[in-house]
Structures are given as structure tokens and as C-alpha cells.
């Protein structure tokens, strides 16, 4: 399985919105951008960055889904998060 770091040069904070559910912000520092991640994508950072073994597994457990039902939005967002030097494969 493949595991994630946050890359090099990158922070990160979790917080909560008005209805208590997670969000993320996630930026490249000193300049950013910052990005903001909502809710399902928040928890496919925090799987990631928490080190699941199985981001897709741990994701769809949280979600009460099947794996097969997140698959592929997880690993789109995880590739994409890796495209803009957020994440970093292990």
C-alpha cells in the first residue's frame, strides 16, 4: 500500500465548520496558497496524512461506504494533492 506524508514545506491545521465537520488548510509555505478542504476531503487528508494503510479502506469505513464507492474519488484527490506538492508518497 501506498502511504502519504505531507511534502516538505508544507503546513497544514484541521479545524471544524458551523455544523462541526471537519475541514482542512493546507499550504505551502512562506506564500501559499492556501487551499481549504471540506468535509470528504478533509477526511481523505487526515487518512492520508494519519498514515492508513489503505486510504481507500479507511475512507470508506468513515464514510460507511464501500471501498469500491470511494475509490475512485479518493485517489483522484490524492493524485491531485500530490500534482500540487501538497502530499508526498512514501
Known amino acids: 500500500m501506498t502511504r502519504y506524508v505531507a511534502a516538505p514545506g508544507v503546513a ?6 458551523e455544523w462541526d465537520l471537519p475541514r482542512v488548510f493546507v499550504a505551502p509555505l512562506p506564500h501559499g496558497p492556501i487551499s481549504v478542504l471540506p468535509v470528504e476531503s ?3 487528508w487526515l ?3 494519519e498514515g492508513a ?4 479502506a479507511e475512507v470508506a469505513r468513515l464514510a460507511g461506504e464501500p471501498d469500491e464507492a470511494v475509490r ?3 485517489e483522484a484527490l490524492l493524485d491531485a494533492l500530490v500534482s500540487r506538492g501538497l502530499l508526498r508518497r512514501t
Open 42 to 44: 478533509a477526511l481523505i
Open 12 to 17: 497544514w491545521t484541521q479545524d471544524t465548520d
Open 47 to 49: 487518512a492520508a496524512v
Open 53 to 56: 494503510a489503505d486510504v481507500v
Open 72 to 74: 475512485s474519488d479518493v
